[in-house]
């Protein structure tokens, strides 16, 4: 079925470090995509975007970068804090479909 | 507090029940967007209405059903419950008809037991 991104696995980084966490999509026609961060127990929380006629967008503390090519999607956290401690997911959409497509998702622990 | 309200919050029933989840979109946001979050999985897009009109559906169970109401604020209808129904159920919202940020509620937690 559709799918984007890999199994759950978990990011350990320790405090201070920078994180890069990973996402394949499936679908090449899309043209949007997002990053999400979903604490427990709570709903998923816009971090950053990135259309397709981009490589990278920053924003603060937080980088996406978009290769087209082999279909990935990379968000990079700068001086990851404990409070980044979270699942992220990233999510593709193409126009036309109306739909979000989400990964299964990434879970990251900021060790102090 | 990404502006987009669900209630309630949790909700407790038995097999074979119905219940309805409510969403209240952000102020001015037309499209609402359901999934449902099973333990420690992804998010599974259910239903995407715009206007009051369906535009999009996913692996939605025939169980499951949804509206949007002129005002905007959109029900989940869940049918029959099994205990696999259990899970969190999101909805979000975005401006116009996709492709732009989707903000999401704090979700209602549903218990089959």
Not at chain 1, 34 to 44: A, T, V
Not at chain 1, 76 to 83: E, N, R, S, V, Y
Not at chain 2, 76 to 82: A, K, T, Y
Request: charged letters at 20%.
């Amino acid at each position: 079925g559709e799918s984007v991104g890999l199994h759950l696995p978990t990011l350990s980084v320790q405090e201070g470090d920078n994180s890069i966490i990973n996402c394949a999509y499936s679908n090449s026609a899309s043209d949007y995509f997002i990053w999400y961060k979903q604490e427990s127990g709570k709903g998923p929380q816009f971090i950053i975007d990135i259309r397709s006629n981009m490589d990278k967008r920053q924003g603060q503390r937080v980088t996406v970068l978009l290769n087209k090519t082999v279909k990935h999607l990379s968000l990079q956290i700068a001086a990851t804090q404990p409070g980044d401690s979270a699942v992220y997911f990233c999510a593709e959409y193409k126009a036309g479909t109306y739909k979000y497509i989400f990964g299964t998702g990434t879970r990251l622990k900021v060790l102090a | 507090d990404s502006g987009v309200t669900q209630t309630p919050k949790h909700l407790i029933t038995a097999t074979g029940q119905r219940v309805t989840l409510r969403c209240s979109p952000r102020s001015g946001d037309l499209s609402v967007y359901w999934y449902q979050q099973s333990l420690d999985q992804g998010l599974q897009f259910l239903i995407h209405y715009y206007n009051g009109e369906e535009r999009a559906k996913g692996n939605i169970l025939e169980r499951f059903s949804a509206q949007q109401f002129p005002d905007l604020h959109s029900e989940l209808n869940l049918s029959s419950l099994e205990l696999g129904d259990s899970a969190l159920y999101f909805c979000a919202s975005s401006v116009f008809l996709g492709g732009e940020t989707q903000y999401f509620g704090p979700g209602t937690r549903l218990l089959v037991l």
